[in-house]
């Protein structure tokens, strides 16, 4: 038996959009710490341990390894799962490279990542502003998830990017100001990514947005690069 035997949710086998520059599937882990209204995969933040078997995601990417660059780990909240470290492990053992998407609750577990050069990308979720913070997510991680973005930003040992989804029933333009200025403030220099909220079945079935981000009337001048998706 697998020594990592607990499944996972599933298994996208190609995409070129997740990592960037590179050529990756994405393993999706089920479960998760937070209940952002938004979020867009309620099966797999509601979906207990998952039922695809891990031995089933080392068959892939040991078939896998001549035709792609890298494994994106997402979810859910994939620092969630027990055996993540060794994960990690086994998948640069065979050649790849790691991205992780996380909401960066799991200070220790990212650090232990990056220290043992298990991890080579970071895509960090922020949520909301501090005082925000749970009316959007639901949880009161706040400070553990300021803990990570600190040791991202002052360590610097590898390339992360910020991202932010908007839904205005949730999120307005002081807000994001909010969150911009945090970033200045915390010396932050990738890219930001202010997403607009796309109408879909989300978990906490979410209307329509009445309007969107005021994108123009955001005033703070950032040292980084700010990218609004589908505005």
């Known amino acids: 038996m697998d020594k990592f ?28 710490n937070m209940r952002c209204a938004y ?6 933040v509601m979906g207990g341990k998952g039922t695809m078997p891990i031995t089933d995601i080392w068959q892939f990417l040991e078939k896998r390894k001549d035709l792609l660059n890298a494994v994106v780990l997402s979810g ?30 799991k200070p220790k577990i990212v650090k232990s990542l990056i220290e043992q050069k298990l991890v080579d990308y970071i895509a960090l979720d922020y949520k909301a ?8 997510t639901g949880t009161n991680h706040y400070n553990k998830f300021s803990e ?3 040791y991202l930003c002052n360590t610097k040992a590898i390339p992360f990017e910020v991202r932010t989804t908007v839904h205005t029933d949730l999120l307005n333009e002081n807000d994001i100001e909010s969150i911009l200025a945090d970033l200045k403030k915390r010396g ?11 109408h879909t079945n989300t978990l906490k079935n979410l209307n329509e947005q009445v309007s969107s981000l005021d994108i123009s009337s955001l005033k703070n001048k950032q040292s980084f690069k700010v990218d609004y998706r589908n505005f």
Not at 86 to 104: H, P, R, V
């Open 76 to 105: 859910g909240e994939a620092t969630l799962y027990p055996h993540i470290i060794e994960i990690a492990k086994k998948i640069k053992q065979l050649g790849f490279d790691i991205k992780l998407d996380t909401n960066g609750t």
């Open 129 to 136: 502003p501090q005082e925000k913070f749970k009316f959007v």
């Open 39 to 44: 979020c867009h995969n309620p099966d797999i």
């Open 188 to 198: 932050y220099s990738g890219t930001c990514y202010i997403q607009n909220y796309r």
């Open 148 to 150: 990570t973005l600190s």
């Open 5 to 32: 035997n607990l499944p996972v949710y599933g298994l996208t086998p190609f995409t070129m959009l997740d990592y960037p520059d590179k050529t990756a599937c994405i393993i999706w882990f089920a479960g998760c």
